[in-house]
């Protein structure tokens, strides 16, 4: 894993079709010039004079072309199978977005680059494709290493950092999935990132309940007291500050903001919603427990808004930023790594 902070930051095209060609022109504009792009240079420069950007763009040919100091949003070029379509995805155009995915995760194993930030996807249009997977971070998953608990989806913004437990499966099987081992996994592997990513030696977690009121002592539930509140016991023997179970609709609030480092949710919305309040724009999505740095923009592929210049870059320059923190803190410690 990469800690050299001199080592540029990669930035995945993802679907050609939506915005991520736009944010990344606008994010180099807005002085964020830590990385290099996959795309197609010729591509970048129509668009960026397109969008009324007056910027250069450079073709690179690898990684070792990239030079911080050059004036120029540099490409690592490559060619799209056919022509994209600004807000018309094409299946044909989906093996260079997996490759770029691929690609990218091997060049932040091997110290190529710092880290990977990928741009968003079109999960319908790569299933089509054969893409067998819901998401980026269980496909990354499934081609690195993986630390036990993981991978897992950090949400994070200036004010709050999240991880749910379970993440897309139906609310109604929620309760069902969750049993202490796996939220002991995944505060473990919390408490972990955030000393080894995050320059917090002692994390402090705050873990929500599964029910309203944390299960008012089992009257609106059990799984609180059957399940998340043994986790805890557990994670607080191993030396883990956590505490709770909390419940989730007095644990967002300013002042409770201010005594965790990190909520541990039961579910997707639990603690998706409140951070998305809080910060939608500047959100950004980590991959914890691989053996190399991933971030992402918390949003999509914004098919209805590509190419009429209105989307905005600051996920993705959040995403950047984030990657390139998380590679200058990065303290080694392959202890939980498994294959």
Request: aromatic share 6%.
């Amino acid at each position: 894993m990469a800690s050299i902070t001199r080592t540029p930051i990669l930035v995945t095209p993802g679907d050609p079709a939506g915005i991520g060609a736009e944010i990344a022109l606008r994010a180099y504009m807005a002085g964020c010039h830590d990385f290099f792009l996959i795309e197609n240079a010729t591509r970048m420069t129509a668009l960026a004079h397109d969008l009324n950007l007056n910027m250069q763009v450079q073709k690179i040919s690898r990684p070792a072309d990239f030079h911080q100091e050059n004036k120029a949003l540099q490409v690592l070029d490559i060619d799209w199978p056919t022509t994209p379509v600004l807000g018309a995805p094409d299946v044909a155009n989906a093996r260079p977005v997996i490759d770029a995915i691929e690609t990218g995760a091997k060049w932040a194993q091997d110290g190529t680059v710092a880290a990977v930030v990928t741009n968003p996807i079109a999960k319908a249009t790569l299933y089509d494709a054969g893409f067998a997977y819901p998401g980026h971070t269980e496909f990354l998953g499934s081609i690195a290493p993986v630390r036990a608990g993981g991978p897992a989806m950090m949400l994070a913004c200036d004010m709050l950092r999240v991880v749910p437990v379970t993440v897309h499966i139906p609310l109604s099987a929620v309760a069902s999935s969750l049993t202490p081992e796996l939220i002991i996994d995944k505060g473990r592997l919390v408490a972990n990132a955030l000393r080894t990513h995050f320059a917090i030696p002692s994390p402090r977690l705050a873990v929500c309940g599964l029910n309203p009121h944390a299960g008012e002592q089992g009257r609106m539930g059990t799984e609180d007291e059957a399940i998340i509140a043994p986790a805890i016991s557990q994670l607080r023997a191993d030396g883990i500050d956590a505490l709770g179970p909390y419940p989730a609709d007095t644990l967002f609030h300013e002042d409770a903001r201010k005594t965790y480092d990190l909520v541990l949710g039961m579910y997707h919305d639990q603690v998706l919603i409140p951070l998305k309040t809080l910060d939608f724009f500047g959100g950004v999505n980590i991959t914890l427990g691989l053996d190399f740095i991933r971030t992402s923009p918390d949003h999509g592929t914004g098919f209805d808004i590509a190419g009429k210049g209105v989307a905005r870059p600051d996920s993705l320059i959040a995403a950047i930023r984030a990657a390139k923190s998380m590679a200058r803190n990065y303290t080694p410690d392959d202890s939980g790594i498994k294959q």
